[in-house]
């Protein structure tokens, strides 16, 4: 099986929404994210439950759990690539509908101009 390509999604003013948020988190789940976002690129669309589920709109959520606290990392696929456009802290069993809008307007941005919002690192 091909690997995906995972990105990241980047603002127009070429912030990247997840970066931020990962460098708040603690070691340990910084450590568990880096592991959902490598099985994502080795499964790209046969990843399933518990690692990763379908939300709504062609969004898809990462799922990481410590200590009682759920980290979700959204994402959606544009062909052969996985673009990791949101993030969040659930504090019951499902993603609020705001951060799935959210993403869904990333996507519906990507979609548009792919190029603009590849985050790259200089």
């Known amino acids: 099986m091909p690997r ?3 990105i990241l999604y980047r603002e127009d003013d070429g912030s ?3 970066l931020n948020w990962f460098e708040e988190l603690p070691a340990k789940v910084q450590d568990k994210c880096y592991l959902r976002l ?4 080795e499964m790209g669309h046969e990843l399933r439950r518990p690692e990763a589920d379908f939300l709504r709109d062609g969004i898809y959520e990462l799922r990481v759990g410590r200590q ?3 980290y979700r990392m959204l994402y959606f696929f544009h062909g052969a690539i996985a673009a990791v456009v949101s ?3 659930v504090k019951g069993r499902e ?3 705001r951060e799935i809008d959210r993403a869904v307007e990333r996507k519906r941005r990507f979609e548009a101009n792919p190029q603009m919002h590849i985050y790259e690192e200089v």
């Open 16 to 18: 990247c929404p997840l």
């Open 38 to 41: 490598a099985r994502l690129r």
């Open 87 to 89: 993030h969040g802290l």
């Open 4 to 6: 995906t390509r995972v």
């Open 68 to 70: 009682g606290i759920h």
């Open 95 to 97: 993603v609020p509908p």
